[in-house]
């Protein structure tokens, strides 16, 4: 720092003091000497407050003017020039305010020495950012480093850095309510900014709690058994903690101010582009939350997953003779324990999506089983299924845990329907397949043609009618542009119908429009 520059600063250093001062005697000269003077005919406060801000005003323009913001440095201390400068611009700020008790009117005003005072400092406002920000960001890494994830008290279920970090985001909205910019523009340029460092120094915090799990060997691979610890349920709070905050950021930083101002400098158009630019901020960082609270959640899933994975084969392949129940038992025991622990730990809802994921990975564990164990006979399906339904009772217990419209996603369903279709006995199967070729053709664009036939079923002779009349559309299949169609009868699956014979039209030559007239009984 040369010898100019550090003039420089000491002179606003001083003026800050000097201001500090001034303000100080503005206020007593208001509150107590003026009431005094006025009883002599003389204002005291008016003669006090123009010759001072003349004085002030002159002496903090230059001195402001002199400082080059290139050549200051970001420093987190409270001594720090940048610090001191916005200090000088709270004392400006403070001194214009007190413009109001001077007993002039609008009209008769003087230009006064501190008129738009704010663009003076202007050039400071990155730099007044940047300490902001790397502040923030300090504060929020010795936050989670000193944090022992414990609850702040048996009300909440959070620790103190989460408190700390939404703290800290208080006081950088605090920071923008002192700096009340004036201009329409340059406010939503200004809190575009801020909200920016908010969600960075809140993607920080979530970085900053990962890697904290991660220096506590939280994501070393362990097949032993895994316990839910209360402190991991402090974390994922910490994140949903924090991410409740970040969707009350409009509010914080009276985003409905900052776009009623631009609606009025510019348009309607330009002032929802800033809302929507504003949301997406906000929006990316919750998101950035939510998916380290779901990676977390995924881990949590992975290490259970061994021991699920275990109970499952234990369960499958345990004797038919034992009761589903009974066989359940080790699994549904170890699920409690660790539901209790989610329960009693994790806010609503982390809850509720550690719940959604634990029931999403066992049923993966039992569509991995069906697909692993063909062959298997039905009642290895039945039990299969009784197990499934008894799960999805545990997992939709009273209320308070998964809604039954969530639990029923697609994999389920097609789960369902395949243990369903796995626990028939081979005729019916056969029949299942027959009907599902029934729809699939009911489906598809008659892609050799169409047949016309009338049928009736004779109920008391137990025959079924059939009448061929016509085909139409064919595609020529000979080189002559013809076809010489015919038509096959038969009744299927062969179970239902033992002694039905397989009837055929005659061929009817060198026709795409046959006319077939034939009747049979089937």
Known sequence: MNILFQSQTSAIISL????????ADLLTALKFYNNIFKEVGVDYFSLTYLELEKLLGSDMRASVANIDPKKLQVEVGDG???????????????????????????????????????????????????????????????????????????????????????????QLCQF????????????????????????????????ALEKKLKDNNYYDDNPSYFGVSASLCITLNNLAYTQQWLTELDTHLDWPSIISGMRLAHDERKAKQCEESLQQFSEHAQDVLLVKTDEMIYHIGEKMSVDIKRFVSELVNRDEGVDISEAMDPLLSYLEKSMRTFYSSLVRPVFDRTLLFLWTMVVDNIVATVGGDK??????????????????????????????????????????????LRQLPTDKLIEEYYAEKMKEM???EAEFG??????????KNEKLHVELLNGRNLPPLD????????VKLSMAPRHLFPTAIVERTNVQKKTLFPLFDAKFQL
Request: glycine content about 4%; proline content about 3%.
């Open 16 to 23: 800050v003091s000097f201001s500090e001062l001034i303000v």
């Open 80 to 170: 720090d020039v940048g610090t001191k400068l916005f200090s000088a611009f709270l004392a400006a700020k403070e001194i214009v305010e007190y413009r109001q008790y001077l007993p002039l009117g609008d009209s008769e005003r003087r230009e006064l020495a501190f008129d738009n005072s704010h663009v003076w400092f202007k050039k400071f406002i990155d730099h007044w950012f940047q300490i902001a920000h790397q502040k923030a960001l300090a504060r929020i890494t010795k936050a989670v480093e000193i944090d022992q994830s414990m609850v702040v008290d048996s009300s909440v279920k959070y620790s103190t850095s989460a408190v700390d970090v939404t703290c800290c985001f208080y």
């Open 176 to 207: 923008w309510k002192r700096l009340c910019w004036p201009d329409a523009t340059g406010s939503y340029l200004y809190v575009t900014k801020l909200t920016d460092d908010i969600c960075e120094a809140a993607r920080h915090y979530a970085d």
């Open 375 to 420: 062959g298997k006979p039905p009642i290895f399906y039945q039990r299969l299924n009784q197990v499934l339904e008894v799960l999805i009772d545990f997992f939709c217990v009273d209320g308070i845990g998964i809604p039954l419209d969530k639990m029923m996603t697609d994999t389920v369903k097609v789960l369902l329907e395949e243990l369903l």
């Open 442 to 444: 009911m489906g598809k």
């Open 450 to 459: 169409e047949l016309a036939l009338r049928m009736f079923y004779d109920l």
């Open 479 to 486: 080189s002559n542009g013809y076809c010489d169609p015919y």
